[in-house]
């Protein structure tokens, strides 16, 4: 929404109340996928709901109806192909007074989204927008749907000026067909009031909410003396409901109404160039369904009165639920609703409308007593699990099916007590990464519906995972060209050295500091029955007694003793050479400790070799 001079230069901001999006959150609940059509599922529900309200923007302009642009150059855009939004209606640069084409339209499509309540931008008496009011409300009534109003922060609005634009709006208006009154408080009219904080005293509201509706827009209960309720507007908060749990008791205790906002998300980069204004992306539909969630959610204050979607058509802030087009024009770098929903194509312009659809029968479900949406998804089917590299295994199953539609899967690691989810997707297969090379994991798929049903698990599945890089199978020494790691090293003397199969290069430990270490990593669990050490064969390397122990470990972390710590004699007579065998181990890891050394206070190897029995 912009200011009161209706300038094209600013839209609706969020202000404060815009959050960093988590990668969060999405990455906790990516609930999207193909759908059925929405059921009553055991209610009778009506096909438009009057409790879902819709934000609805009627200031845009273009030069064919109005004369010329309005609204469509937000950020400095020369439309029609470059305008000041992210997504790009399937309409294009439409005119707001174009009631009989681009209005009728919406209003089909309202219809179809299952909306009985439209809430129409106001931006004072004689505006832009007032002098179209007429022609969207008989729009509206063609096509069942009513309007309550949206009274925006014009320059020079005060509490009393907004009760007189109430006033006139009830005379001009009131009516209509098309006007909504709530038939379940008393036939009142509805006015949502934008940025009600600017105004501390709204004492003159008194006049006139014996008759009518105000709603502030806060979840502050100590900010609403005066009006009828709260709603939220903002659609970057609704997915982590900040304080909507105590507004909706307080509007309880009180007899007041409470209307949370949600929205399908949040992005008005080309609108506002350079803003820091976080974006909240879509995810494909699963941001719709959380904040469609939590507003219904018992944990965050059970049923509302209403819920105000945030928005119909509001395109510079990117929340549209408007079908978006599919083949927007190039080089400008609009996005879609690709893929929302499993859909793709032109058939994923009215994603959003069918989605919202199913809310609004799931909510006057609800509202009925029925129990919604109970249902779970089938259990995934066929699921399998394959090494993808060395670090990651990726896990695929069969579909399941819902009465309603599975919207996404959670992938868990099996880990006994508790299996922690280790990723979320709409397809069929997922890769987990960060996965320990040569290392055996159990996954099993759970399906999720948009309702929160979980189906039941998989079966489990185990795949272990490649070794690390450079571990191809050795014969023979199995620790040749291997990883390995030392608690120490002088100078260019490194750990490396031991395992290249170079006997004239060495790994040399820090000098006066045993016991030392060398650890070597097979890549994958083998039997060892001896390892083979030397030292350098050069005249200068004479004979030396080096005390050391043999370890071994399947995980690199608990070692158990092979071979027991002893001297042992690398003599240039028999080319510096030691074997030490010990009874058969399975093992990954092999470690020798060195606790002393006659020839140099430091532990010394040219070569560590592992062998099996």
């Known amino acids: 929404m912009t200011t009161s001079d209706r300038s094209p230069t600013r839209p609706h901001r969020l202000g404060g109340r815009a959050m960093t999006v988590l990668a969060i959150l999405l990455a906790a609940l990516c609930w999207t996928g193909a759908q059925a059509p929405p059921q009553a599922r055991g209610a009778a529900v ?64 309202i219809k179809q989204a299952g909306v009985g309540v439209i809430v129409y931008s106001w931006w004072g008496v004689g505006g832009p927008e007032d002098r179209i009011a007429q022609g969207v409300l008989d729009a509206a009534a063609r096509h069942g749907i009513k309007v309550a109003w949206h009274l925006e922060p014009y320059g020079g609005r005060t ?46 509201l008194d006049q006139v909410t014996a008759d009518n509706i105000v709603l502030a827009q806060t979840t502050d209960t100590s900010k609403i003396a005066h009006f009828s309720g709260m709603y939220t507007y903002d659609g970057i908060a609704g997915t982590t ?37 976080p974006t909240l992306g879509r995810a494909n539909g699963a941001t719709y369904d959380l904040e469609w969630s939590n507003a219904l959610d018992p944990a965050k204050g059970g049923l509302p009165t209403w819920v105000s979607v945030t928005s119909f058509n509001e395109w510079h802030e ?45 909510f006057e ?17 066929a699921a399998r699990a394959v090494p993808a590299s060395s670090t990651s295994v990726t896990v695929g199953w069969t579909a399941s099916t819902d009465d309603v539609g599975v919207t996404g899967y959670d992938v868990h690691r099996e880990a006994g007590a508790v299996d922690p989810l280790v990723g979320s997707t ?31 698990p998989s079966g489990t599945v185990t795949a272990t995972t490649g070794p690390p890089a450079g571990c191809s199978p050795n014969t023979g020494d199995m620790a040749r060209g291997r990883p390995v790691v030392a608690s120490g090293v002088t100078q260019n003397y490194v750990a490396a050295n031991a395992v290249d199969g170079d006997a004239s290069t060495y790994w040399e430990s820090v000098n006066h500091a045993f016991p030392q270490s060398i650890t070597v990593d097979l890549c994958a669990q083998a039997q060892a029955g001896r390892v083979v050490l030397r030292v350098p064969p050069a005249a200068a390397w004479s004979r030396r007694t080096q005390t050391l122990s043999v370890l071994g470990s399947a995980d690199g972390t ?22 030490v065998t010990f009874p058969a181990a399975a093992v990954r890891y092999v470690r020798l400790t060195v606790t002393g050394n006659t020839g140099w206070p430091a532990a010394q190897l040219s070569a560590f070799e592992v062998h099996r029995p």
């Open 46 to 109: 009506p096909e438009q709901s009057s409790n879902v309200h819709l934000f609805y923007y009627p200031w845009y302009g273009n030069p064919q109806v109005s004369g010329g642009w309005r609204h469509w150059e937000q950020g400095g855009h020369t439309p029609p192909d470059d305008i000041g939004a992210d997504l790009y209606p399937t309409l294009g640069a439409y005119d707001s007074a174009d009631h009989a084409g681009a209005v009728t339209r919406h209003m089909q499509w």
């Open 159 to 204: 509490a009393a000026s907004t009760v007189a634009d109430i006033r006139y709006i009830n005379d001009r208006y009131g009516s209509h067909p098309a006007f909504y009154r709530s038939a379940e408080h008393g036939g009142r009219a509805a006015f949502y009031v934008f940025e009600s904080l600017r105004i501390t005293d709204w004492s003159a």
């Open 241 to 277: 409901a900040p304080g909507w749990a105590d507004a909706s008791a307080y509007a309880r205790r009180n007899n007041l109404i409470w209307a949370p906002s949600v929205a399908p998300g949040y992005i008005d980069d080309r609108a506002v160039p350079g803003n820091t204004t």
């Open 318 to 362: 990117g929340s549209s639920i408007e079908p978006a087009d599919s083949t927007p024009p190039a080089g400008f770098g609009y996005q879609t609703y690709e893929g929302a929903y499993g859909r793709t194509g032109a058939a994923a312009e009215t994603a959003y409308l069918d989605r919202t659809k199913y809310w609004a029968t799931e």
């Open 365 to 381: 479900t609800r509202r009925a007593g029925g129990q919604g949406d109970t249902r779970p998804p089938t259990a995934p089917g």
């Open 426 to 456: 709409t397809g069929t297969s997922f890769t987990v990464t960060g996965l320990t090379p040569s290392t055996a994991y159990s996954f099993y798929v759970v399906a999720r519906d948009a309702a929160r049903n979980t189906s039941p």
């Open 558 to 579: 608990s070692f158990t003793t092979l071979a027991g710590s002893r001297g042992h004699v690398f003599d240039p007579a028999t080319g510096n050479t030691v074997t």
